[in-house]
């Protein structure tokens, strides 16, 4: 079976409310076997959420509605899904009684708006809500489909469906497992990886196979159906390991873990170390290390030595090899690794110096240019790399190919 799913709010047309409620019913519909295959935010418009329930209802067996059940004029889910099904909304008097006692509860008195959240659609079975004064509605459309209404503060839609729908869709829905395999893949552009890649996921449409891309990052998705988890399981199993094949140690995670967390693991495994020294990225490849928890146990520290006179006075950079290389090259940021390591006792120094823009820029060292320092027990180098794009593009960049750097090396 498939879902969709409609959020109802005009907040959440704006840049400061985020539907989160469908990531959770994504993940629990997910759980019994349903597909989620499409997601809509309609403001609080009557006409408009007529026609997307409408429109919902004639692609898919269940369709879920969030919010807009509350007592106020723009709470219009109920009165647009009743016209969507050409139903009358019904009086209950028990759920206005129940509204009321729970504002004697709380030692208020119900507003009289209070008792639209008492009126039904013919048809459905109330929702017991626990958390708030909005019950939730199912309804069994016909032809096997149902319409579920939800309240929309995060916590009354949990409890509601966690109470009254999961029991009523685990007695409709048919037996169905869905499984994932998320790889993680660094170094590739996304063109390069689907060239290769694209042949052999194609000849398959279970699994599907998702691309997800991000600077310097990408998710490869796949999604298997079948009866049992274990059948599930055997249509990965024919599929992922003709993909790893392929992209071989550009694949970084084969459960969905970031970049820093598996540099991480890496170096707890060799219970080693990391110092970084950072210009142009002013901090952030500091910040993505210790934003994993437990990052205390490998990660020393660093310094962020935007200026030429900080990379003299932290790291003792020569001024005169400043002068002759600039602090955009080669043997600078490999001496910033080597210094960062010396000066901290870190196993590992890690160093980022480039021109992130938009100005700074010349003919030989283009806004984009990044150098990169490793210092290892091994010994020490620096490698350079061009990037496209704004400032924090190019700064998200020059990190995520920092730790992708240390993780191959780490990986030998």
């Given at each position: 079976?498939?879902?969709?799913i ?9 840049p ?35 026609d ?22 723009d ?20 759920l206005?009684?129940?509204i ?25 079975e ?22 579920l ?19 009523r ?24 990886l ?24 990408i998710?490869?998705?796949?999604r ?36 820093e ?26 910040e ?11 990660f020393?520290?660093g310094?962020?030595?935007y ?18 290389h ?11 690794a080597?210094?960062?390591r ?7 120094g890690?160093?980022?110096t ?5 100005e ?28 496209l794009?704004d ?20 990986a030998?």
């Amino acid at each position: 079976m498939n879902a969709e799913i409609i959020a109802v709010g005009s907040e959440l047309l704006t840049p400061q409310r985020l539907d989160t409620n469908s990531l959770y019913l994504t993940e629990r519909l997910n759980a019994l076997g349903v597909e989620v295959v499409a997601k809509a935010v309609i403001g609080d418009d009557r006409a408009r959420l007529k026609d997307a329930v409408k429109a919902a209802l004639e692609r898919s067996e269940i369709v879920l509605l969030t919010g807009g059940l509350g007592p106020t004029e723009d709470d219009v889910t109920r009165e647009a899904v009743a016209e969507a099904l050409g139903r009358p909304l019904v009086w209950r008097q028990e759920l206005a009684d129940a509204i009321e006692a729970r504002f004697r509860r709380m030692n208020r008195k119900m507003a009289e708006i209070n008792k639209r959240q008492a009126y039904v659609i013919e048809g459905a079975e109330a929702l017991s809500n626990d958390q708030g004064t909005a019950p939730g509605q199912w309804i069994e459309v016909g032809s096997g489909r149902y319409l579920l209404l939800l309240p929309g503060p995060p916590v009354e839609l949990k409890s509601v469906f966690e109470r009254e729908c999961l029991r009523r869709l685990e007695r409709v829905v048919p037996p169905l497992a869905i499984r994932t395999r998320v790889f993680r893949v660094a170094g590739m552009p996304e063109s390069d990886l689907d060239q290769l890649i694209a042949p052999v996921y194609k000849r398959y449409t279970n699994p599907a196979t998702t691309i997800l891309a991000s600077p310097g990052d990408i998710q490869i998705h796949l999604r298997a159906r079948a009866r049992s988890a274990e059948q599930a399981e055997a249509l990965l199993e024919e599929l992922a390991p003709q993909i790893e094949a392929l992209l071989g140690d550009n694949i970084y995670s084969r459960n969905g873990e970031p970049l820093e967390a598996v540099v991480g693991s890496l170096l707890l495994r060799r219970g080693a170390t990391l110092a970084v020294a950072e210009s142009c990225t002013g901090g952030m490849l500091a910040e993505r290390v210790t934003s994993v928890a437990g990052s205390s146990r490998y990660f020393v520290g660093g310094v962020l030595v935007y200026s030429n006179e900080m990379k003299e006075k932290l790291l003792g950079i020569p001024s005169e090899v400043l002068a002759r290389h600039t602090a955009v090259s080669q043997p600078v940021a490999e001496m910033m690794a080597t210094r960062v390591r010396q000066r901290t006792g870190a196993a590992y120094g890690l160093a980022v110096t480039g021109l992130a823009g938009p100005e700074g820029g010349d003919a030989e060292r283009p806004v984009g240019t990044v150098y990169i320092g490793l210092a290892a027990p091994e010994g020490s180098s620096a490698r350079p790399f061009r990037f496209l794009g704004d400032r924090e593009r190019i700064r998200r960049l020059a990190v995520q190919s920092a730790l992708d750097l240390l993780r191959r090396h780490l990986a030998r």
